[in-house]
């Protein structure tokens, strides 16, 4: 069975600095990963995704991620943190089963932007 | 607009109420999800349909009944609930086929059971 791990609760960071958001995985295959962000009063929203290919993935927003095949990580990164970046962050990971996704999220990770 | 509509988008209801909750998505996907949110807790999928056939029905209590009529619209049809009920009830749609697309949320019905 896949699983995902976000080990913060909460990421404090000051307006400026870089910020990480941990995540780490448990699949059986090839990972399908995935980063949502999850503002206050709204649904769940895409950042990026790691199929395959380059180990640092590019999304939205300014944000990245370094996927870790060794470590069974996938970090979600940003050079210099802004104070809209604040809200809930999710990793999740991805199988396909039957011809739909079967996505299993983590328990969030609040980041919190400090101005 | 994110191309994935939830009404309403809050619900008080009591105990014995029979209230629905309406999806309707806009993006030519062909599957449906039904996630529930709670505070601390990961994503919970309680039901799945995939070209408006029910494929996942995650051991959820018989309260909650889903329904697709057709493939842009998704109904929650809820009945005698519990107050641990109460959370977000987020719906998504996804397009099969397309192993590499994300899962396109709305913003939830926030419901409150009394």
């Known amino acids: 069975a896949q699983s995902v791990a976000q080990p913060e609760d909460q990421v404090n960071v000051a307006e400026g600095n870089p910020l990480t958001v941990k995540c780490t995985y448990s699949?059986?295959?090839?990972?399908?990963l995935f980063w949502y962000v999850q503002y206050p009063n709204r649904g769940l929203q895409f950042l990026l995704k790691?199929?395959?290919?380059?180990?640092l993935v590019k999304g939205s927003y300014g944000f990245e991620a370094e996927f870790n095949k060794s470590q069974t990580s996938f970090h979600l990164k940003k050079p210099s943190a802004l104070v809209s970046d604040s809200a809930l962050y999710f990793c999740?990971?991805?199988?396909?089963?039957?011809?739909?996704?079967?996505?299993?999220f983590g328990t969030g990770t609040k980041l919190q932007v400090i101005p | 607009e994110t191309g994935v509509t939830q009404t309403p988008r809050h619900l008080v209801m009591g105990m014995t109420n029979k209230k629905s909750l309406k999806c309707e998505q806009h993006?030519?996907?062909?599957?449906m999800y039904w996630y529930k949110q709670s505070a601390k807790k990961p994503l919970e999928l309680m039901f799945v349909?995939?070209?408006?056939?029910?494929?996942e029905n995650n051991s959820v209590p018989s309260r909650f009944s889903p329904e697709c009529p057709n493939s842009s619209h998704l109904f929650l049809h809820l009945h005698t609930l519990q107050p641990e009920d109460s959370a977000l009830y987020l719906c998504?749609?996804?397009?099969?086929?397309?192993?590499?697309?994300?899962?396109?949320f709305g913003n939830g019905t926030r419901l409150t059971v009394t």
């Open positions: 998504a749609s996804s397009q099969p086929g397309q192993g590499n697309s994300p899962l396109h």
């Open positions: 699949v059986s295959g090839n990972p399908y």
């Open positions: 790691y199929i395959t290919g380059d180990n």
């Open positions: 999740a990971v991805r199988d396909m089963e039957g011809g739909y996704q079967k996505v299993t």
């Open positions: 993006l030519g996907h062909n599957a």
């Open positions: 349909y995939s070209l408006e056939e029910r494929v």
